[in-house]
Nanobody, 115 residues
């Protein structure tokens, strides 16, 4: 079993930055992939960014060039640096881990971007 705990959400003005963190309850070395997803009101949950065990990254077109995903296996954490935020980035952000054939989700953290 793995617990994932997100932090770092909040309210920011458009053009600002936030850094989300996700802490895992055990070593992330064995995690095949780690990702950030978001869900806005009335919309489906969508992939924001992901990073594989080898460090390969993947970004949604809407955030590429503004967001950066990273993982720190020594600290069992992953992060999402979000720059140049837009009101349409407003959502609940979730971290997700895929390991040993199972998928785990965090509880989510709210990000609100005001115009």
């Amino acid at each position: 079993q793995v617990q994932l705990v997100e932090s770092g959400g909040g309210l920011v003005q458009a053009g600002g930055s936030l850094r989300l963190s996700c802490a895992a309850s055990r070593s992330t070395f064995s995690f095949n992939s780690i990702g950030w997803y978001r869900q806005a009101p009335g919309k489906q949950r969508e992939l924001v960014a992901s990073i594989s065990s080898s460090g390969s990254t993947n970004y949604a077109d809407t955030v590429r060039g503004r967001f950066t995903i990273a993982r720190d296996n020594a600290k069992n954490t992953m992060s999402l640096q979000m720059n140049s935020l837009k009101p349409e980035d407003t959502a609940v952000y979730y971290c997700k881990a895929n390991t040993q054939g199972r998928i785990y989700w965090g509880q989510g953290t709210q990000v609100t971007v005001s115009p």
